[in-house]
Antibody, heavy 119, light 106 residues
Framework: EVQLVESGGGLVQPGGSLRLSCVGSGFNFNDYEMFWVRQAPGKGLEWLSHITGSGRTTNYADSVKGRSTVSRDNGKRSLYLQVNSLRAEDTAVYYC????????????WGQGALVSVSS | DIQMTQSPSTLSASVGDTVTITCRASQSVSPWLAWYQQKPGKAPELLIYKTSTLETGVPSRFSGSGSGTEFTLTISSLQPDDFASYFCQQYHTYWTFGQGTKVEVK
């Protein structure tokens, strides 16, 4: 059974940083591209970042480009997202997701980690 | 950037109804279009990918169609478990979601 479990959420002050982690199980972790997606309270889904299975290629949404870094440690079956210079509008549930077997859709999702940016 | 526009934002329906949700892209994304279902407090779940391919385990009352810039998700014979929010997503060029459609009880 494929499982993705996020951790690292919590309350962060404006201007602060956070590092989210996502551990995958039930599949060959290094075979799949991975994603981060967030959802602000009562809002829709927003793709944030992408990383290939090898970790060599990354992509970012404009909303986090330049202040976030996505990385992975395939030996630890782990995906990470570091976000700096946090602001109130970054308050959201952050999900990690795994790519599909036959394309770059989001086949599996973690349960989400809530990040609240507030003083 | 590719923009995705879903309609309607809210849809009121009854059990047994057939409902259709439309998703329009600002440029062609065919066939790289997926649909997700999300229930309150839960993560989204994949329903359909590549416009019309049903994910394993998804009931056959869900179907997807379309091409170019216009796509639809149809739920035939709506079941109680189907009252939820639905999101389209293009994965032709990076990734963009529609704003969502909430299917509520009429």
């Amino acid at each position: 059974e494929v499982q993705l479990v996020e951790s690292g959420g919590g309350l962060v002050q404006p201007g602060g940083s956070l590092r989210l982690s996502c551990v995958g199980s039930g599949f060959n972790f290094n075979d799949y591209e991975m994603f981060w997606v967030r959802q602000a309270p009562g809002k829709g889904l927003e793709w944030l970042s992408h990383i290939t299975g090898s970790g060599r290629t990354t992509n970012y949404a404009d909303s986090v480009k330049g202040r976030s870094t996505v990385s992975r440690d395939n030996g630890k079956r782990s995906l990470y997202l570091q976000v700096n210079s946090l602001r109130a509008e970054d308050t959201a549930v952050y999900y990690c997701a795994r790519g599909g077997y036959s394309g770059s859709y989001f086949a599996y999702w973690g349960q989400g980690a809530l990040v609240s940016v507030s003083s | 950037d590719i923009q995705m526009t879903q309609s309607p934002s809210t849809l009121s329906a009854s059990v047994g109804d057939t409902v259709t949700i439309t998703c329009r892209a600002s440029q062609s994304v065919s066939p790289w279009l997926a649909w997700y279902q999300q229930k309150p407090g839960k993560a989204p779940e994949l329903l359909i990918y590549k416009t019309s391919t049903l994910e394993t385990g998804v009931p056959s009352r869900f179907s997807g169609s379309g091409s170019g810039t216009e796509f639809t998700l149809t739920i035939s014979s709506l079941q109680p478990d189907d009252f939820a929010s639905y999101f389209c997503q293009q994965y032709h060029t990076y990734w963009t979601f529609g704003q969502g459609t909430k299917v509520e009880v009429k």
